[in-house]
Each structure stands twice: as C-alpha cells, then as structure tokens.
C-alpha cells in the first residue's frame, strides 16, 4: 500500500449525519415545525430496513408511507459493485430449510428462487494457525481440528446435543423460550463450565460470534449463542446467497410495494391526537420540514433512534430503551485480481481482532480475473462506535489490509480497489437477560404506535427482521380492523 496507490472510497454505510443532525439537536428546531399536515396515510413506516420493508409488504393494498432517512431502501442490507461484480456490502446471507414450502412460497411470491440461491459445501470453514479446516460447522470439519480427543469428544458430544435441540426449539418469535435458564449466563460459561469444553474450543466459536451476534462468548447470552449454532449446526438448513447479499431481498420488497419508499426522509419525532398520529419529517431532499399524518405508526428503526421519537405521553417507560445495546460494523471490500483461495463460502479466521470472516466473490474465478473479497471487522464491543466516527478511510483500510496480509502473505499486493462501509448500531447484542426483558417486559405496541426491527427479537439477523415485520403488520390489521 505504501509504494502502490490504491483507490481508497469515501465511508458508506448508514447515514448517521440526518439523524445526528435532527435527533441530537431536536429540541432546538421544534418552533420549525408546520402545524398542519400535508399528506395523509394509513400505516407510516418508519425506516426502510428488512423489518420495515416486510411490515409495508404485508399491508399492501392498504395506503401506507415508508420513509427512511438513507438515500436508498434496506438499512444494512446494502448492495456493492465493483467492476460489475455484485457483493454484498452489509448483511449477506440468510438460512433456509428446503423442507419449508411456506417460506419458499413466501420467496416465490416476491420473485426470488431461494433453491437457486443455496450455496454449494462447503458453506464454512476455519482458518486456524495457518491451516484451513472446511465444513468447520460439519462433522468432518470438526474431526480435523487440532483438539486433544478427550475435548473433541466433548465437542462432538455438544454438537449432537445441538441437532437435537433443533427438533424441539421454539420458532423465532414465539412468546416462549426453550431453556430459559441458558439466557441467564454467557456463551462461554455454557460452553467452558457447563459443557466441559476448553477455552481453546471457544476460541473457535469467538469469531463467529463477534460477526453474527456482535459480541465475543462472554458478552452474548448462552441462549442466543445456542440460536445461532443450531442453525450453523443443523443437518436440514442450508444458507442462501444472492451475488449482492440480502441487499435482493430489500429490492424484491421495495419493488413490490404499491408506493416507492421515501427516501432521504428523517422522522424526527411523532404527535400523539385524539384520532390520529403526526409525523415530524425532515426532507434531506429539499432541506424542509413537514407533517404527515398517520393512522397508525410503525417504527421499525433500532430502539437508539425509536425511544427519541417517541413522545412522553406514548405509554412507554423511555427507561425501558436503555436496555438495548448495540455493537458497530465494518465491512471492507477488497478488489482487484486475486488469487486468494478459501475453501468455504463463509471463511472465519481464529486469533484475528481486526476481522473475523470473509466471504470471496466469484467463489472461484480464472487466475487473473476480478474478484472482491468482502472483510467483515466487527468493531470492538463495548466502545467500538465513537472511534468508528474519527476514523478516516486510509487509517481503516490500512488497519484491515495489515490483519489480512497477517494471514495471507501477497494479498494486499493485489489489491486495486477499497470500498468501505460502517455501521454505528449495526447489531443488537443479547447479553445474558436480554431476552427474558424482551419476551417479558417490553410491550410492543401502545395504541396507535407499533415498534418493530429486528432488535425487538433480540437477535441480529435477518429472519428476526423478517419476522419482526410480519408481527407488526399483523398488529396493525388487528387494531384498524383491516
Ligand atoms: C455488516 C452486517 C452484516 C450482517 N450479515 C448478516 C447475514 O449475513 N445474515 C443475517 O441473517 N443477518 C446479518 N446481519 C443482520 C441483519 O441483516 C439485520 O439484523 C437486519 O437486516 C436488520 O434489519 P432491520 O430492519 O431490523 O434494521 P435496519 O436494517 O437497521 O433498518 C432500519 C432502517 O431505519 C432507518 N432509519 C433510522 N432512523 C430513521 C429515522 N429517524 N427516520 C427514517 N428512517 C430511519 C435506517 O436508515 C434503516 O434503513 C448483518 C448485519 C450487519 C450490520
């Protein structure tokens, strides 16, 4: 990098700059506001996430606004491009069971052929002290890791534990929770105290817990932990992948919606009437505030920004948001003519605290031809956002091409191109009781607002936002009688 010059871009990613700017400073720009509305709607849904976009979906045929503040629909499902590759620049894959035909005709419906989009094994692998282990989440896998066999036992032990808990877990959003006690204490104790295993077991599992929960095994609470690698685990599920991620879904979605989504349009604050709710809107577009009045609300942006729209006579307890916590994201996309080659789809790399997987695309390509490697960083939990926002590019693509050529002697020397994108709040985390508070204590609805996002599951992944949108649309019918 010092010699060569590469195309370093500018941060993408969320927008924090329209809701730093008229959320933080709210108060000030109160006398701005007009008092009267200018359009009308149904349903408003605030934020054009995955949980927004579904929400909207399953009120069609109903009038309803969507606004997000970003330039573009689907929150940190973001599409990139980089010499006419697609990848994915945000959220990227999704789980799905072939054997659920109610799912695939959800998919169908909205013109994606998930079969199509399942990904050849093996879909993981590790690499470890400089050695790849594919199908790291798959029996041979497990046997090829360098374990004394009294913990390999354990492991596998666990493992067949998991596929079990499979047959009798409770589906994402229900009200209950199988084992209620593994919320109570972290990953790690799970793994290390109750199951027996070493501390170098868990280290296997601490970069994919950093990526997929946003936290190390000693932060998330065990049930969460388990969520997760019974997916992973699981004999019957299978991931699904677009070329630009889950950034396909949102455009299925916003495409089959009867109204476009409004972007550049930053809700900063709801009124509360006798029969109606006023929506705040800063346009970004033409730098202007307005009111758009609305049956009902359904706020589908994380609890970070919710609980500050939310008005003192809304029937939460702003105490309650507190609860929410949230980890930082980076995702760097690496182009130019790599060689690289990584046995997995999703590749994770032990030991490494810059980033913890990788996924190559085109998977394979003809030596000399384009690809992009996309870098997942999770961001240091707690404290990982306020050094995100002083970051320049260079600083962070320099740190990020360091770590990889830690790993893989050449492949900075390869590369040509970097885009970056951050998240600030890019993940829920589901520290121990985390759960237990949502399923318990957290209404999520008061009148005539609905909260949504996948934060409201308590899990960061795109089947809690699916879900989550769902439930809001369902609440919605039920209160407007539709
Ligand atoms: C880098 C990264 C990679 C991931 N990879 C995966 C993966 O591979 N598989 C998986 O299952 N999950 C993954 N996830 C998690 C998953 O994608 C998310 O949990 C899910 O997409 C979140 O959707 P959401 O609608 O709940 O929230 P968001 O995507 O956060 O959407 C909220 C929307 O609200 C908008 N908004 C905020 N404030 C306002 C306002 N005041 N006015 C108007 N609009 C507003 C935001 O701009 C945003 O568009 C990943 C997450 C990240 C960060």
Redesign the pocket.
Known sequence: MQNRKIQIQAWQG??PQP?HDY?HSAGKRASRWPERPEAHAEVAV???????LVAAYHLKGREVVV????SQP????LPGLYQGIPYPA?????YHDPEDKETLAWFRDLGLNVEDALVAPPTSALFHQGRWHPDCFGAAGLESLPLPSGVRENLRRLVEELIAHEETWDPLASPFMTHPEWDKYHLRHFLENIQGLSPEVTGFFEPYCRSCLGAGPEEISAWAGIYFLIAEFSPTSRIGFFPEG?ARLVQALAAALNKPVQVR????GLKLNADSVHLRVWDGEGQRPWILEAGMVIL???KF?AHR?LPPDCGWDPELFKAFRYSS?V?AALGGNLRLEAPGFENWVTGEAVFSDFILTPRQAPGGSPRVMVV?APQPYPGGREPLLHKTPEEQAQEILTAVGRHFPGLPEEVEEIHLYR?GH??VVPYPGFLHFLKGRLSPQEGRLVLA???MEGL??????LA?GQKAARRVRATLRI
């Open positions: 969320d927008a809701c959320l605030v934020g054009a996430g995955l949980s927004g606004l997000e503040s970003g689907g929150g940190v499902c945000g959220s990227a894959y999704f889950n349009q930053t809700v900063a589908a942006t994380g920004v729209l994201y995702v997942f998240f890019a993940q996002n996948s934060d960061p992944c795109v089947e809690a936002a989550q």
